[in-house]
């Protein structure tokens, strides 16, 4: 049985859960039930990442001791992700004593192999990003993600050398033949980085003497460590949390490119040098605007997922996000562009062919054997999912639902039904089975949509009943 460990960011746990976030975790989702589909043994792990300067500084905006605020927005994401339909296997998060425990142990490995030392750190921090940016990073002296001014920070900070690691990690990314070997996709971003590793990267300051909100360095306690080498080791705590740690290595890492440098180039060296196997691939996904403009709570251009369900549903919502561009490249969304699509598509399209065919099965009296047991996914489609090109696996569906549509209109059925009953039965019946072999396809993407719909036509007599996909202004 083929093992498939697939996992999003975990999300800072401060921020409300917005589109960006449901944009990873329903991609995975579709994932994580398309390789269920298949049989593979299947793990799926989503979480939130609450230690850091950020985290506690938002405690304490709203008066409250750091891990009781955690306790108090991490049912956020739960609460978002049940509105998703997410099927994630397991929600980690960081404060788990369990996962402090395996932080502590793998920092203590690194640090009797001598590849942490300490040193002496000056440079300008961001706290949105949580991290040290260089001059090159800023636009007009500004972060350009979070458009403020970095903190000059200075002080003794222990240092993970990640500049030993670089040739390793080199030789890891280009050849598949490397015991460490791992995937870096789409190619473009594979390309990036490792450019920027030809040119050379220095150590990493990993613990803060300034920051109290986070797990203790061991054998100093004046230092916490740094939120991003606690929040990375989250994916290689979570199987063993669950007592699965032959998970491991994770098969496919997603996130957006914000931060792909630290899933790509830290993540994999922290774990080489604990003897421990990179994560098999990762990839970055692109970032999305909405109406051309960052997503930002200064514009108040914030979409929430709960907006979206309310207006589109669960299943609309999930097929509306990963319809709108390809996985890998930027894009935009529009509200507007939303409701258009979701009238073309879902309403008109697969909701309409719905409607017409139970409704025409349903005056033709039709009866219609049951279902076969285990349907072949095709191959075309499997395909797109493997390239994790999901547009490309719902056109590929959208194909066949206009096809049907095409049938419809040349065969005219609702004349066949007077005319020539038996033909008319011939038509439908095939009809059926290709409705049943698009709902089988839209399972992994439309998981509600699609189980009603095999409900629906699984015979041996089909009712019309109500529309699933009405149209919305
Ligand atoms: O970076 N377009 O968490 P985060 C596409 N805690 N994806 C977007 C997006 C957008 N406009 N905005 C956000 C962190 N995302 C760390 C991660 S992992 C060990 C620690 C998604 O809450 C995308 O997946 O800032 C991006 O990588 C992630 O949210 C950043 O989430």
């Known amino acids: 049985m083929k093992k498939i460990y697939i996992t999003t960011p975990i999300y800072y746990v401060n921020d409300i859960p917005h589109v960006g976030h449901a944009y990873t975790t329903v991609a995975a989702d579709v994932l994580a039930r398309f390789h269920r589909i298949l049989g593979d043994n299947t793990f799926f792990v989503t979480g939130t990442d609450e230690h850091g300067a950020k985290v506690a500084e938002s405690a304490k905006k ?75 990073d800023l636009v007009d002296g500004l972060c350009p993600f979070h458009r403020k001014e970095p903190t000059k920070q200075s002080e003794e900070n222990y240092f993970f050398r990640l500049s030993n690691y670089i040739e390793t990690l080199i030789k890891a990314i280009s050849d598949p033949k490397d015991p460490n070997h791992y995937k870096i996709r789409p190619d473009s971003r594979f390309n990036e980085v490792l450019s920027k590793l030809r040119l050379g990267v220095g150590d990493i300051s990993i613990s803060r003497a300034e920051v109290t909100w986070g797990i203790p360095i061991p054998w100093d306690e004046s230092q916490t460590i ?13 199987p063993i949390i669950n007592h699965r740690p032959d998970l491991w290595p994770a098969d496919l890492q997603l996130m957006a490119k914000d931060i792909l440098w630290f899933h790509a180039v830290i993540w994999p060296a922290m774990l080489i040098a604990a003897g421990i196997r990179p994560p098999k691939e990762v990839f970055a ?8 403009e ?61 409607q017409r065919v139970a409704a025409l099965a349903e005056k033709a009296n039709l009866t219609v054997p049951a279902p076969a047991e285990n349907p072949i996914l095709d191959l075309p489609y499997r395909v797109a999912l493997d390239e994790l090109s999901f547009s490309e696996a719902l056109a590929y569906i959208w194909k066949k639902i206009s096809d049907a549509d095409k049938k419809i209109e040349e065969s005219k059925p609702w004349e066949l039904i007077k005319k020539d009953p038996e033909k008319a039965d011939a038509v439908l019946d095939n009809l059926i089975r290709q409705i049943r072999e698009i709902v089988e396809l839209l399972l992994p993407f ?19 009943g109500v529309p699933l996909f009405p149209r919305i202004s």
Not at 228 to 238: I, R
Request: proline residues 4%; aromatic residues 14%; charged residues 30%.
């Open 294 to 354: 960052k997503m930002s709570k200064t514009i108040g251009n914030v979409i929430l997922p709960e907006q979206l369900v309310e207006k589109f549903g669960t299943d609309g919502t999930r097929y509306l996000l990963l319809s709108e561009f390809p996985f890998g490249s930027d894009g935009d969304i529009s509200i507007d562009r939303f409701i258009k699509r979701y009238n073309s598509d879902l309403a008109n399209g697969l909701g309409n062919l719905i």
């Open 446 to 464: 439309m998981p509600e949509t699609a189980e009603k719909l095999q409900e629906k036509f699984r015979g041996p007599k089909i009712k019309a």
């Open 62 to 136: 709203r008066g409250l001791k750091p891990k009781a605020f955690c306790d108090e927005v991490a049912p956020n994401f739960v609460e978002a992700w049940k509105k998703l339909n997410i099927s994630y296997d397991y929600f980690i998060r960081t404060t788990d004593p369990e996962h402090e425990k395996i932080v502590t142990d793998f920092l203590i490995t690194l640090y009797e192999k001598g590849d942490i030392y300490k040193g002496k750190y000056e440079g300008l921090y961001c706290v949105g990003c949580e991290k040290f940016l260089t001059e090159v």
């Open 285 to 292: 996904h692109g970032f999305f605007t909405i109406e051309g």
């Open 226 to 238: 740094y939120v991003w080498f606690d929040a990375l080791l989250n994916y290689y705590s979570a």
